[in-house]
């Protein structure tokens, strides 16, 4: 599955999934232009790939913000004059109660997770279109496909990158661009990790495998649907959640 000569980018990977992602794409030959909201975010993953032996830039962004998203490509095609992936994976979550949740949550989520991916994937589509190939992933939710209570802005977005993914992936097809989507189950990460242990077994009943998954574990998804034994793939909605929804 050697990516090598090709450029990446994957948003929101200053830790957790996006992170995973990025490592894993730059060790399997992806040149990866990392993006956070935070320069000490985005900086910190590009210099673990450049440690690594990889190659990598750093660059602050807030996918929500249309200019910020048009400089982000302008600068990945100053630096390496092409552009082959795109994963979409900047999230937020602003949980409560359908009857309790402020009109500025249900917005703030969608705008990052909904309306962030569809500014990086407009945008990348220009080059892909024009290139006649690119692979385009979106990092939607186990949650996304069969709801969860207290997320419902949340939910909503991660269905919205299903609907997103699908329709795109009509609209590239005779370029030669692919878009498929990957839904994480529960994931071993920060905000798991700060869960009572009677919440995390209580989860864990709930995944017949009877654990949560790995950064790593979603990163090897990604890797996949971009590789060249993926090319016949398109519009496909992966599952890694260990059984927990079928």
């Known amino acids: 599955m050697s990516l090598n000569g090709q450029v990446a980018v994957v948003t929101g990977a200053s830790r957790g999934i996006g992170r995973a992602i990025a490592l894993k794409l730059a060790a399997e030959g992806a040149t990866v232009v990392v993006t956070a909201t935070s320069v000490e975010g985005a900086q910190k993953t590009a210099d673990e790939i450049v440690a690594a032996g990889g190659k990598s830039l750093a660059v602050k962004v807030d996918v929500s913000q249309v200019a910020e998203v048009e400089e982000l490509f302008k600068k990945t095609a100053d630096s390496f004059g092409r552009l082959d992936i795109l994963v979409n994976n900047a999230g937020i979550t602003k949980d409560g109660l359908l009857l309790r949740m402020k009109e500025s949550d249900w917005d703030a989520v969608m705008d990052v997770n909904l309306k962030g991916a569809f500014n990086c994937t407009r945008e990348a589509a220009k080059v892909m279109s024009k290139a006649r190939y690119g692979r385009i992933v979106n990092v939607s939710s186990v949650v996304g496909e ?59 009943e709930q995944i017949p495998m009877g654990r949560l998954g790995g950064s790593e574990d979603i990163a090897a998804a990604v890797v996949f649907l971009v590789s060249e034994g993926a090319s016949y793939i398109t519009g496909h909605v992966l599952s890694v959640n260990g059984g927990m929804y079928m």
Not at 154 to 170: D, E, F, H
Not at 191 to 202: A, F, G, H, N, V
């Open 146 to 204: 069969m709801g969860n209570p207290g997320q419902a802005n949340y939910c909503a977005s991660k269905a919205g990158m299903i609907g997103l993914t699908k329709s795109v992936a009509k609209e590239l097809a005779r370029r030669n661009v692919t878009v498929n989507a990957v839904t994480p189950g529960f994931i071993e990460t920060d905000m798991t990790s700060e869960l009572s242990e009677k919440t995390r077994e209580s989860l864990q």
